[in-house]
């Protein structure tokens, strides 16, 4: 297939932004000036800035997928979504496919929270609004919060639910879903295999897995390995740890799971996740360190044991955090006919404190770098003019 004429949907929209930044670049000045460099583009699919036409790279990168290894390496089970697929378009457009371009470079793109309807997280946003409210205007190393959704004692240890890659190919979610349910699997509700059902298991020619035998061997009272399930904002809100595992790309746990005031665990490596980085580089007081835990993949069977060894204490410390920073990643300042559902939403949690905030902020610090860089004269705004509380 000619590379101007690809039938892959990524690949289209491939062509599609470089027709865009065609239209930018011979109507208006802008572009020239800077390289693209102080430019903004949006990339959500799946793997979506591994598609990034070289032309479009300088530009700030607004996406989901964090991954920033170099080279890059593709992970998508679907033909439609591998980056990687056709060389002769990649070498014409994106990259070289023997040395593939870094998807995200976490010196000038961000991360985003993806968004969600209003309908999963507001019900999670008035429980304990005491408690999230409390810590407003708090050092975060001020410990005075009321317990309701502080609670040390949970009576879950850790939880997730969701694809766990039975029919797909293999190499879904870097096998870490697979691999999660083979080894943690309930054996009182699982029927134990030596092996583990795929759609397709290219070494071995085969569609059932006999390197991931589910046989539940680390499995220990608290742990909820799981498919889909209709529980899910209850048993978010009823786990200590929430576990965050890519998808075929990435996924919204590390949302969902401060949204319920889980602490998230994530097990996704070289990868960035939403907002990281942008928390303190915005001016607040905290990053992903102070509410969430992290696994290498390789350390997955420790699971169980890591978790274990976590204080009181700490856990604590946490999920306070966790409460406090759900405001980020939800986004309440959105376009709604009714004026009192949307003042409504801006109240939730801590009034006027959300992802689109936090985005805005982001961007204003870098467009602030951009001007310094390019001694153009930049008066930083105080946290009172914007809005912006700690």
């Not at 909820?224 to 790309?249: Q, R, V």
């Not at 986004?331 to 939730?348: A, F, G, H, V």
Request: some cysteine; aromatic content about 12%.
């Amino acid at each position: 297939m000619p590379p101007d004429r690809p039938r892959e949907r990524g690949y289209q929209a491939v062509l599609l932004m470089l027709r865009a930044l065609s239209y930018i670049r011979t109507r208006f000045p802008f572009w020239n000036t800077s390289a693209g460099a102080d430019h903004v583009w949006m990339m959500l699919h799946d793997e979506g800035p591994c598609f990034c036409p070289r032309e479009i790279r300088p530009s700030i990168l607004l996406t989901h997928y964090g991954y920033h290894a170099s080279p890059a390496r593709q992970f998508g089970t679907f033909d439609d979504d591998l980056f990687l697929r056709d060389g002769h378009f990649y070498r014409a457009h994106i990259g070289d496919p023997a040395e593939p371009t870094r998807c995200f470079d976490p010196h000038k793109d961000i991360v985003i929270a993806p968004w969600k309807e209003p309908s999963f997280w507001r019900g999670a946003f008035r429980i304990g609004l005491p408690e999230a409210d409390a810590l407003a205007g708090q050092s975060m190393a001020h410990d005075a919060a009321p317990t309701s959704l502080l609670d040390d004692m949970r009576p879950g240890l850790v939880y997730f639910a969701g694809d766990l890659g039975f029919e797909r190919l293999s190499g879904y979610s870097h096998d870490l879903r697979q691999q999660a349910f083979a080894l943690f699997c309930n054996p009182h509700t699982t029927t134990v295999s030596d092996c583990t059902p795929v759609a397709y298991h290219k070494p071995c020619d085969c569609e059932c897995r006999k390197d991931l035998p589910q046989n539940c061997s680390l499995w220990q009272p608290g742990v909820n390995i799981k498919l889909h399930s209709s529980g899910y904002h209850h048993e978010l809100s009823s786990h200590t740890f929430c576990l965050a595992f890519p998808g075929d790309g990435w996924s919204s746990r590390v949302l969902d799971a401060v949204v319920h005031g889980c602490i998230p665990v994530i097990v996704q490596d070289e990868s960035y996740m939403f907002f990281e980085g942008s928390l303190h580089e915005s001016g607040l007081p905290l990053d992903y360190a102070n509410f969430s835990l992290r696994l290498r993949e390789v350390e997955l069977p420790q699971l169980v044991t890591r978790l274990r060894a976590v204080t009181p204490a700490t856990i604590r410390r946490l999920r306070r955090a966790a409460l406090w920073v759900r405001d980020y990643f939800v986004y309440k300042d959105m376009y709604n006919p009714s004026r009192e559902e949307r003042r409504q939403l801006l109240d939730m949690g801590r009034p006027g404190q959300d992802a689109f905030l936090l985005l805005a902020r982001t961007l204003e610090a870098r467009a602030r770098a951009f001007a310094l860089h390019h001694h153009h004269a930049s008066r930083s705004r105080s946290w009172s003019e914007s809005g912006w509380t700690l």
